[in-house]
Structures are given as structure tokens and as C-alpha cells.
T-cell receptor, first 115, second 113 residues
Framework: IAGITQAPTSQILAAGRRMTLRCTQDMRHNAMYWYRQDLGLGLRLIHYSNTAGTTGKGEVPDGYSVSRANTDDFPLTLASAVPSQTSVYFC??????????????FGPGTRLTVL | KNQVEQSPQSLIILEGKNCTLQCNYTVSPFSNLRWYKQDTGRGPVSLTIMTFSENTKSNGRYTATLDADTKQSSLHITASQLSDSASYICVVSAGDSWGKLQFGAGTQVVVTP
């Protein structure tokens, strides 16, 4: 039983570099989400996808992009990393396309440090 | 200002003791409230989900209560165990059609022997 996997587990990145965080789920959930978690703050939604082929912007989308080519994968790309993007990133999935109505299952997270 | 406020920020309790965590929210309209447990270095895991019509819900030694009138929720941990050491996050879903989730910053609980 895998659920949701994320890669890499952690990464140190030079500012200005491009980086893609990977997320894969095997639960056949339609909806997937990317959050960032910073000390003292609640998780904040970056981007979401209600179903394969569609994506939407969350609360803090600037500097990030996503794609959803199929049901299982939802990669998050930082086109040109900046130090303020240092954070822990969580991918989540849900069996409901309505964020507030389905249970969300979270991956183990990726700890990203941008220097 | 965060629409979901949790208190205390952190607490230390002795193994076997009980504790109660608080969550106040201003999200309106509101559809449901969730409590998650997040172990260090892991993703959050759902403990309970309550709709506005539910007053209490239990999951083993975890009992959540909800007062939708005062917009308050609590999570009670009974007979704490070392494995209860974690961050506990309160999450409120807005009552719109999509149900945007608002996350609290969490309460860090440390259970000591």
C-alpha cells in the first residue's frame, strides 16, 4: 500500500535554479493538491487539480506551476527558485472534487531549502 | 489574520494524563471541521471530520467536540501515550460549493515518560 509518494524527500537548491517536485498517488483519486507548510503558519494551498487535465490556483500560486497529464501524477515546478520558497511541500489527494467535502490524504512531504 | 486560531501553541504532558486542545474559527459559512495529527517529518493524517450538525466525534482516545454557535472546537486526548507526541491541526472547510480548507497553525504536543 503506497497511497501518496513524493520525491525527493529533501533538496537543497541554489536560487535561480529550476526544480520539479514529484507526486504520485495510487488511489485513483480525481482531486490533487499542493500545499506549503511554514513554521508558525497553517498549510497554504499552492495549486490544485479537480481532475486530470484541469488545474487551478490556490492561495499562494506565484512562482509555481503544475500539470495534470493523468490521474496519478501531479508535479509541482519552481521555474526559478527564490529563498522565500524554502518550505516543506505536501501533496494531497481526495476522492471528492470539492475540497471541503472529501477526506484529503497527504504525502510524506518534501523539505526544500533554497540558498 | 488566520481564520483558524489554535491554542496553546505547544504543551508538555506526562504519559497517562489527559489534555485538551482548542480551536477557534471565524470561517463563515462553515461546512465541516477536521482535526489532523502530524507526526514529525510526516504528512498530516485525519483524526475526525465533523459537520456543523455534529457536537462530538471520537476516534479511539481522541474526542473532538464542536460548538458551531460559538465557532469553537476542542480535541481531547485521553490517557496520553508517547506516540501521541505530534502536532495537531484544526482545519475548517468553508461552506461554499468548493469548500476551501483553512488550516490552523497547529498545537505541538509532547508526551513525556
Amino acid at each position: 500500500i503506497a497511497g501518496i509518494t513524493q520525491a525527493p524527500t529533501s533538496q537543497i537548491l541554489a536560487a535561480g535554479r529550476r526544480m520539479t517536485l514529484r507526486c504520485t498517488q495510487d488511489m485513483r483519486h480525481n482531486a490533487m493538491y499542493w500545499y506549503r507548510q511554514d513554521l508558525g503558519l497553517g498549510l497554504r494551498l499552492i495549486h490544485y487539480s479537480n481532475t486530470a487535465g484541469t488545474t487551478g490556483k490556490g492561495e499562494v500560486p506565484d512562482g509555481y506551476s503544475v500539470s495534470r497529464a493523468n490521474t496519478d501524477d501531479f508535479p509541482l515546478t519552481l521555474a526559478s527558485a527564490v529563498p522565500s520558497q524554502t518550505s516543506v511541500y505536501f501533496c494531497a489527494s481526495s476522492d471528492s472534487a470539492l475540497a471541503g467535502w472529501g477526506e484529503q490524504f497527504f504525502g510524506p512531504g518534501t523539505r526544500l531549502t533554497v540558498l | 489574520k488566520n481564520q483558524v486560531e489554535q491554542s496553546p501553541q505547544s504543551l508538555i504532558i506526562l504519559e497517562g494524563k489527559n489534555c485538551t486542545l482548542q480551536c477557534n474559527y471565524t470561517v463563515s459559512p462553515f461546512s465541516n471541521l477536521r482535526w489532523y495529527k502530524q507526526d514529525t517529518g510526516r504528512g498530516p493524517v485525519s483524526l475526525t471530520i465533523m459537520t456543523f450538525s455534529e457536537n462530538t466525534k471520537s476516534n479511539g482516545r481522541y474526542t473532538a467536540t464542536l460548538d458551531a454557535d460559538t465557532k469553537q472546537s476542542s480535541l481531547h486526548i485521553t490517557a496520553s501515550q508517547l506516540s501521541d507526541s505530534a502536532s495537531y491541526i484544526c482545519v475548517v472547510s468553508a461552506g461554499d460549493s468548493w469548500g476551501k480548507l483553512q488550516f490552523g497553525a497547529g498545537t505541538q504536543v509532547v508526551v513525556t515518560p
